[in-house]
C-alpha cells in the first residue's frame, strides 16, 4: 500500500511538472512565460585600455512630471546593461505636488539602497529647469539641491543657478539645445551660453536627447571643446520608449572610456571629453572618440581565399563586429564590396580587387560632425 | 546655381532619408528602434454571444507599496490589449508615506482621464489589507475610500471594513488565499470567510495571483459557486515580471465572458461567475466556462485526406486555435494523434483511425478543479 | 528498501524533469529550444464573403536552380500558413543535370504526398524560361511538361512554348517584368507580349516578384485587366531570404480572394483578377480590391470620448485593424489625427474635430497604381 | 519652372524613401522585412589559450535523405557561426536514386566553392550505414568514397566498411547508440564496437544527436576515454528542427577546443578528446573539459557591497556569464544564494554570509556522466 502510495505521489509529481508547473503549499507555479531578472550585458570591447561605460545621466521619476518611483530607475538600468545613472529631476518643476512632497534629496535617497545592491553607480544630480532661451542644463555629481533658488519666474536667477551648481562642483551640460523651435533664439550660441561657456559653468551638451540628434550641438562639441552626452531624458518607462525585447535594441546612452568603472573614473572621462553618444543605430562624437571606438570593434581579418575572376584575382576577408553596436559602411575609395551592414556581433565577408593596400569607407551610421560621417581605411 | 542647390539639397535630403533619418528643425529623427505606441489586441473569439473581456482587477502604485505612478496602470493596460482594470492600493499600508500624502482617491481620480481617452475602462477598487489570516480582500465598484476603517492592528475591524465594502455595493474577493504558508490556519476555509460568505460579503477568490494558481481557491470556487478571478498584484513594472516581448506571452488575467464592454456587462458577469483564470499557457476555472471558452477557440475541421495503411484507413484532420491563447491536449480515448500542442493561432494536423464517432482529449493546460483537466471529446 | 529506492526513482525522475528532461531508454530529452512543428495561421478577414488564401506560385526546386527537394515547398508553406503553392521549376534551365535527371513532372510527383497530408493546396505548374526580351512566363494549372519544347534557343520556339500551356489551359503569368533593365526593351509592352494578350494567352503579371515592386507591370494589369500575381521566386530557403522569426513578416504572396479553399475556387479567383499583391508591409492591386481587403481588416469604433478644447470639442475614436497585414495612413482631407500606424491585429486612438462627416487618409503603404495610394474615406 | 520640377522630383523621391522604398529601372525595393544575409557569431571565449571552435560533423542532404543541396548546408552553417561541417550522407542509403546519380563525391564537391568563399571549414565525411546493430558510423577527414563497399546486406560487410575508413585515416565515431531501443543489445558495448576500439577504429561517439542525450554513451566516452560527439544529423532545414529566431538558441554542435581555426587544429584537438557537447540549454562532456569551459565563460566580482542583517554580514558578488552558453547553478555547500539561472551574456547578484572561503554549486545543466553534473566552487 505504502508503495503504491508512495509511487502515486511521484507520478503525481511528474505529471505536474511534464506540465511545467510546481506545487509547493498547494500552489502551483505557472512561471513558464515570467521574465527572468538578470542584467543583459551589453557587450563593447576595451577602448585603448579604457573600459566603455553605458551612462544615461538624464532621467525622471514622480518627484518632478516622471511617472515612476526612483526604484524603477535602478531596477531598469540594472536589466539593460547600465553602469551608471543619474536621476536628474527637475529642481522648479514638480507638478505632482499636490500628492507628493517636493524635496530633490529624495530621488536619490529613495535609489541608493537599490543602487548599492545592483552595482549600478548613482549619481547625484538634478535639471535646472529655465524658461527657453536658454532652456535647461543638466547638473551632475551635485552637493545639497536645498541650496538651488527654484524661482524660475525671474530671469536673472538662471545664471544664479547654474552658478551654484557650479560652486557644487558639479559637472553641467546644455540639455535638447533648440528643443523648441517656435522660439526665436532657442537654437542659437546665446550670449547666455558663452557666458557659462567662458566661466568654466558649461562642460557638455546633449547632442542626443532621447532619439533627437541635435546637430548644431554636435558641431559646438567638436568646435568648442564640450563633452558629447546622450541620454534618455525619460519620464514613463524605458520599455514603453524603447523596443528593447529586441536584442539588439538598446536605450539613448553615453558611451563613456573610463579608467576604471566608478564614479571617480567617470568624472574624469567626462572632464577629458572621452564620450560617444549611442542611439538607435548611430553614434555621434568627436572623431577621434568615434574612430578609436569603430577600431576597438570591427576587426579584419587576413585573406582567407582568392578567386580567378575576368578582371583579375578577387580577394575574400571577413570583417567582424565584436560589438553589440551596429555599423554600417559605404566604399568611398577602392575596388571592393560596395556597402557593408554589420549588426552586433556578426560578421560579413567582403572581396577586394588584388593589389590593393587598402579601402575607404563611410560609416554611415556615424557622425563626427553633423554633416561628416567618420571615415575609415581598412588594410588589406 | 539655384538648380544645382535644389538638386543638392534633395540628395542630402534623400541620403539621409535612406539611412532612416529625418531632420527638422536641426533635430534629426533617430526613431527606428523606438517602440511604436499601439494597443496590441489579445485574440479570442466571442464565447456563446459574449464578449471575452481581457481584465486585471488587482494592481499597486504609489499610493501604497507600488513603485509606479497611476497613470502607467492605464498605458500598460492599453499596450497590452486589457479592456478593464482596477488600481487596488492597500487601504492600510502606505510605506511612502513620508513623500506621498495617503489619499485612496487619488489613484483612480489620476488615472482616470488617461482611461477615458484610452479607452481602458477604470474600475474604482482598493485592497483591505488585514493581517493573515484572514489576510486581504479586493473590493471593486467601490464608493468614496474615506468612509474605511484603516486601523488594521485591532482585528475587529477586521470584518467592519469588509462589510463596508459590501455596504458600498462592492464586488468582494479574496486575495492569494494560503499566501503565507508559515501560518497556521491561512489557507483554510475560517469562520471568517464563512461569516462573509453566508452574509454575501464574499463573491470570488484570487485562483491566480500573479504566477501562482491557488489550487485550494479554485476548489472553493467550484464548491462553493464563488467567481474565479486571477490577476497580476503587480508592483513595479509589467515588463519586469512578464515577458511580453514574446507575443505569446500575456500578463495574468481574468477573462470575463460578458454581454458588453461596459462596466455594467462586467459586474454582472463578476455576479454570474463567467470568468475564467489565464496565467502563463494555463487556464482555470469553473468547468462550463472552460469548456466554453475551449470549443469558442478550438475547431476541428472534416477530414480531408484518407490514407491506407497496414492497420487501415487513417483520416487526416486540421485542428485550429482560432486564439491567442494556448491548448496542450493528451489522449485519454480513442485511436488517433496521442499529443496535440495548440500554440496561439496556429493549426495541426491530426489523424484518426477510420470508424470512430470521436477522440477524447485532456487538455492538459486547463484546471477545472485542482485536480482535474478539462476533458473534450473531438467529433470526427 | 523497496520504499526507499521508489522514492529515489521519483526523485530522480522528478530532477530531470525540473531541468526539463525526460529520459526514455537511457535518451534524454533535451528538446526545450527545439521548433515547434505547427501552421501558423495569417489571420485577414473574409472579403465580402470570399476567403482570403494565402498563395505562392512561384518557386524553385533542385529539379532546376533551386536548393531543396520538392517536399521543403510543402513544409515551408504550411508552417507559413500559405494555402496554396505551385513548384515552378525552369522547363529549359536544368544546371544540377550531372546529378539529377531532368524531368519537370517529377516536383510536382514528389510533393504531392506531403502537400495531400498536409492540406496544402499545390498546383501544378511550370516555369517558361526563354531569352530576354520577352524573359519568363509561369504556367499553371497545367498538363503534362512532357509536351513542352525544351529547346529555348530558338526565338520561334517563345511562343510555341506559351502557347503549349495555353493549350493546356493553363493560367499565364509574365515574371518580373523589366528584370534585366540593361537589355533595351525589356521592360516593354512588346509586340510579343502583345499578341499573347491579345490570344488570350497572357493572364496575369508578376507585379511583385521577391521584394521588388514593378511598377510598370501594375499599370499594365489596371489598364489592361490582367491579374496582379505576388510570388518570391524562391531559389533557396524561405527563412533565409524573409526574417519570419518575427510575427509580422511573411513571405511575399497572392492574396487570392476565393469563394472556397480549393484549386477551383482560386482558378475563379485569378481569371477574375481578385488578387492583391503583398510584400513587406505593403499591398499592391487594383484599387477595388485592395479597398476590399482594406475595409474587411480596418474597423473605426463610434465616438467614445469627448474632449473640451480651446478650439473645440475632439472626439476620441478607436481604429482597430483586425488582419496580420500593416498599414499606414496619412490624413490627405478633415481636421483629425494626422498619422496612423496599425501594425497587425492592434488599435489605434484616433482624433477628430467634431462637425465633420468624415477623415480622407491615403493609406501610403497601399499602390493601386505605380503613383496612387489607396484614398480612404473614415466616417466619423 | 524647371527648378519646380527638381524640387518635385526630390519631393517625390523622399516620399518614397520615408517609406521605405527606394526606385531603381522602375522596381520598387520593398526590402524592410528580409533577411540579412550575416553570420551569427556565437560567443565564447578562449579556454586555456584554446579557440572554441563550433562544428557539426553529421548533416545530411539529397545524395542521401536529405532535403536541401549540399550548398544549403554551407549556408546555414555560416549564419548560424558555424567554423566547421562535415556532410556525412549514407553511403549505402540513397532513397532519391531514381532521380539523382548516387555518388557520394558529390556532395563535398558540390559544397565546397561556398565553404571557401564563406570560411566555413568544410570536411569530407560520409555515414557508414549498417544494420542495427551496430548501426551506424561517422566517418571524417575521409578519402575516396568509392573505395568503400556498399552492399550492407551482408554482415560481414559492416567490419569491412569501417576498417575502410580507418585505412583512409579517418576520425570515426558511433552514431547515436541506442537509437533503436526496440532492437536487442542494441545498445551495449558489442563485441563488435570492442572490437573496432581496440583495433583503434573507434575514436568517439556521438554523445548528443539532435535533441537526444545518450547517457550510456556519455559514460562510454568518459571511461574509454572515447571523444565526445554532438551533432544534428539534420536531414531537412535547421530552423525547421530549431528555432534559432530565439538569439539565445542555437543548433545542436560540438565545441572542440583547438588550437587554431584550421583542419588540423580540429583534428589534433578531436584526437586529444577536447571537445563539449552542446544542446539546448546543456552541455556534457568529460568533466575536465566541461570544468574549463565553465570557468573561461564564468567569473565572480569581488565583493561590491556589505550589507548588516540579523543574521550578521552580507556579502554582495556579481556572477557573470561572458559567453552565448546557458547555466543552471544549483547549492551544495555553504551558505549563500541558491540558485543561479546564468543566461547567454547576462549577469546576476549573488550574496553570501561573510566569513566564509567558497560556495559550491552544482552546475544542474551540464553532465560529466550521465548521473552527475559539474561541481564548482567559487571562491569568495
Not at 505557472?30 to 585603448?48: A, G, H, M, T
Not at 551632475?140 to 533658488?149: K, V
Not at 562642483?169 to 533648440?178: C, D, L, R, S, V
Not at 524603447?242 to 536605450?251: L, T
Request: aromatic share 10%.
Amino acid at each position: 500500500m505504502k508503495k503504491i502510495t508512495l509511487l502515486s505521489i511521484c507520478v503525481i509529481l511528474v505529471s505536474f511538472v511534464l506540465s511545467g508547473q510546481e506545487v509547493s503549499n498547494g500552489v502551483m507555479r505557472l512561471s513558464e512565460f515570467s521574465q527572468p531578472q538578470k542584467r543583459n550585458n551589453i557587450l563593447i570591447p576595451d577602448v585603448n585600455g579604457y573600459k566603455v561605460l553605458k551612462c544615461d545621466f538624464h532621467q525622471h521619476t514622480v518627484f518632478s512630471d516622471g511617472e515612476v518611483w526612483p526604484t524603477v530607475r535602478v531596477q531598469e538600468a540594472w536589466n539593460e546593461g547600465l553602469d551608471a545613472i543619474s536621476i536628474t529631476d527637475h529642481m522648479e518643476y514638480t507638478p505632482h505636488k499636490a500628492d507628493l512632497i517636493p524635496n530633490n534629496e529624495r530621488p536619490y535617497e529613495i535609489a541608493k539602497p537599490n543602487a548599492l545592491k545592483k552595482n549600478v553607480l548613482l549619481i547625484k544630480g538634478a535639471e535646472i529647469t529655465r524658461a527657453t532661451p536658454p532652456g535647461h542644463f543638466n547638473a551632475i555629481f551635485i552637493g545639497n539641491t536645498a541650496e538651488y533658488d527654484t524661482d524660475n519666474s525671474k530671469k536673472e536667477n538662471d545664471r544664479l543657478a547654474v552658478m551654484k551648481a557650479k560652486e557644487q562642483n558639479a559637472f553641467i551640460f546644455w540639455n535638447h539645445p533648440g528643443w523648441q523651435p517656435g522660439i526665436a533664439g532657442s537654437y542659437e550660441w546665446l550670449p547666455f551660453v558663452e557666458d557659462l561657456y567662458k566661466n568654466k559653468a558649461l562642460h557638455g551638451m546633449e547632442v542626443i536627447n532621447g532619439t533627437g540628434l541635435h546637430m548644431k550641438a554636435l558641431d559646438w562639441c567638436v568646435d568648442k571643446g564640450l563633452t558629447v552626452m546622450a541620454s534618455t531624458d525619460i519620464h514613463n518607462l524605458i520599455n514603453l520608449s524603447y523596443d528593447i525585447s529586441k536584442d539588439y535594441v538598446h536605450r539613448t546612452m553615453t558611451l563613456v572610456m573610463s579608467k576604471d568603472r566608478t564614479p571617480e573614473g567617470i568624472r574624469e572621462a567626462l572632464e577629458s571629453g572621452r564620450t560617444v553618444a549611442w542611439a538607435s543605430k548611430f553614434l555621434a562624437g568627436k572623431e577621434e572618440n568615434v574612430r578609436n571606438l569603430f577600431n576597438a570593434c570591427v576587426k579584419l581579418s587576413p585573406s582567407f581565399y582568392n578567386e580567378n575572376g575576368k578582371n583579375g584575382v578577387v580577394k575574400y576577408y571577413e570583417i567582424q563586429n565584436n560589438s553589440d553596436l551596429y555599423f554600417e559602411l559605404e566604399l568611398t575609395s577602392g575596388s571592393g564590396t560596395k556597402r557593408v551592414v554589420l549588426y552586433p556581433q556578426t560578421s560579413q565577408v567582403i572581396t577586394a580587387a588584388e593589389g590593393q593596400d587598402s579601402l575607404t569607407y563611410d560609416v554611415v551610421t556615424t557622425y563626427v560632425r553633423s554633416d561628416k560621417h567618420l571615415s575609415v581605411s581598412l588594410s588589406l
